[in-house]
């Protein structure tokens, strides 16, 4: 009996640990995601495709940003090269639990938006090797979260968590993040597909503070299976300046003036 008494005891035990632990990889990636990012941004990104045999391909965005406290509105539209300038990305993100993100694919060539449902969040962005999934604000509660240890990355001790998505259809079967302790900034990312094997790698680096704030200023995707790469490279950065709201309207991309 007591033998029993001690197993049971030694089981409950475990699993609260284990429930701990689980709470603690939550609360990282909560304060990951809640990282204050300006009630404004601006900047512009020089973006880099590359191929294993092609020559790089260089497209210039301008990037604009807006938090309206319970809602953010981001707005993206693409200067150069010529073939897809005007192209304008919209997206309205929701702090409320369930409600899905709203975005918008403008494009000049037909004058017409396309609304990006649920079922597109897996493909990529323009050609790039980010999802439309990847560069939205993912909700935490579609994500199970996991605690794998601590790691040094590029002399930054973080936290390793891994993200398994309730949704088993979604492209990635689990992502896992490299989560800075001294900032809660995202240092590493790796993305598996659904047959569980290694297909992207994020690398965040030249990451500072401007003005107060934490800023990523280059991204770089490596896709393992196709041996593509996308580098998004951000410059000119400004916070906190007044942007109107009208800026972050499909109307307003029809009318070919944002970032210009």
């Known amino acids: 009996m007591k033998k029993n008494f ?40 020089k973006m880099t495709l590359a191929s294993k045999n092609g020559k790089p391909r260089i497209r210039e965005i301008a990037y604009y940003f807006k938090d309206y406290g319970s809602t953010d509105k981001t707005v993206m539209v693409f200067l150069t090269p010529k073939d897809i300038e005007g192209v304008g990305y919209l997206m309205w993100g929701y702090d409320e639990e369930g409600k899905d993100d709203d975005t918008w694919l403008y494009m000049p060539s037909s004058g017409k938006e396309r609304r990006i449902s649920g079922s597109d969040k897996d493909n990529y962005f323009m050609g790039t ?24 990355i590029d002399g930054f001790t973080c936290w390793k968590i891994e993200c398994i998505p309730h949704d088993k259809s979604e492209r990635s079967s689990r992502r896992i993040y490299w989560i800075r302790k001294d900032s809660y900034v995202c240092q590493k990312g790796e993305l598996y597909n659904r047959q569980n094997k290694l297909e992207r790698v994020l690398t965040m680096s030249d990451i500072e503070q401007i003005e107060g ?13 196709s041996g593509h790469s996308t580098l998004l490279e951000t410059k000119n950065i400004t916070y906190n300046q007044p942007l109107s709201d009208s800026m972050f309207t499909v109307a307003e991309l029809k009318k070919g003036r944002i970032g210009r």
């Open 6 to 45: 001690s197993r049971l005891l030694i089981l409950a035990v475990f699993a609260c640990a284990s429930y701990g632990f689980s709470q603690n990889a939550y609360e990282i990636m909560k304060k990951n995601q809640d990282l204050y990012k300006g009630d404004t941004a601006i900047y512009q990104m």
């Open 129 to 152: 090797d980010f999802t439309y999934d990847d560069i939205g604000d993912r909700e935490l509660t579609k994500d199970d979260f996991n605690l794998l240890g601590e790691e040094e």
């Open 213 to 225: 704030i934490w800023t990523v200023k280059k991204m770089y995707m490596e896709n393992l299976a």
